[in-house]
């Protein structure tokens, strides 16, 4: 059992925006401003979209947009394309360790 | 560019220890960031295990600390993750990765372990 709580799945057609939530408590995603966004194509390694809820890494398209609202994450990906077809994966901070969410599979149908 | 490259047996026996190097290139394991170990199950989720500064100061996932340990060397650039009494819940593509910045900006192509007999 994750940590946090992620949504299995998402969909959205291309051009659309979509929204994935992580749930978690005042102890990690509610107490602290360090909530990061994973993106995982099928095989490859974890590439950070988001870090400190809403900050995007250079090179990362502004699409990619996060947010927190209590003990409760968002990553909205707007303008869907193909090659946002993923897993998602949130993280957060908990005072001396990290946690993630169980991963959410996004769908561009 | 900071790359890293996980080695180590891909086979462990049951009630055995798992043993992984992750290879730094590109930056210095001294230049301020946190070196971090992180591992996913088959089909399932990503789990943080541990990660260390240079100094040798540690932080651990709690429903591990008891099996896992984390050390860093410093002259080989490089730093380690033993975890010992391993079961079938140990198999899992193991990831090494920099903290930056408050988020793992820069993994390893990750190394698949499993446990069996």
């Known amino acids: 059992q994750s940590a946090l709580t992620q949504p299995p799945s998402a969909s959205g057609s291309p051009g659309q925006s979509v929204t994935i939530s992580c749930t978690g408590t005042?102890?990690?995603?509610?107490?602290?401003?360090?909530v990061s966004w994973y993106q995982q194509h099928p095989g490859k390694a974890p590439k950070v979209v988001i870090y400190e809820v809403s900050k995007r890494p250079s090179g990362v398209p502004d699409r990619f947009s996060g947010s927190k609202s209590g003990n409760t994450a968002s990553l909205t990906v707007s303008g869907l394309r193909a090659e946002d077809e993923a897993d998602y994966h949130c993280s957060s901070y908990a005072g001396s360790y990290w946690v993630f969410g169980g991963g959410t599979k996004l769908t561009v149908l | 560019q900071v790359q890293l490259q996980e080695s180590g047996p891909g086979l462990v026996k049951p009630s055995g220890t798992l043993s992984l190097t992750c290879d730094v290139s590109g930056d210095s394991i001294t230049s301020g960031n946190w070196w971090t170990w992180v591992r996913q199950p088959p089909g399932e989720g990503l789990e943080w295990i541990a990660e260390?500064?240079?100094?040798?100061?540690?932080k651990y996932n709690p429903s591990l600390k008891s099996r896992v340990t984390i050390s860093v060397d410093n002259s080989n650039n490089q730093f380690s993750l033993r975890v010992t009494s391993v079961t079938a819940a140990d198999t899992a593509v193991y990831y090494c990765?920099?903290?930056?910045?408050?988020?793992?900006?820069?993994w390893g192509q990750g190394t698949l372990v499993t446990v069996s007999s």
């Open positions: 260390i500064y240079h100094t040798g100061y540690t």
């Open positions: 005042s102890s990690d995603v509610g107490g602290y401003n360090y």
């Open positions: 990765a920099r903290s930056t910045d408050w988020c793992l900006g820069f």
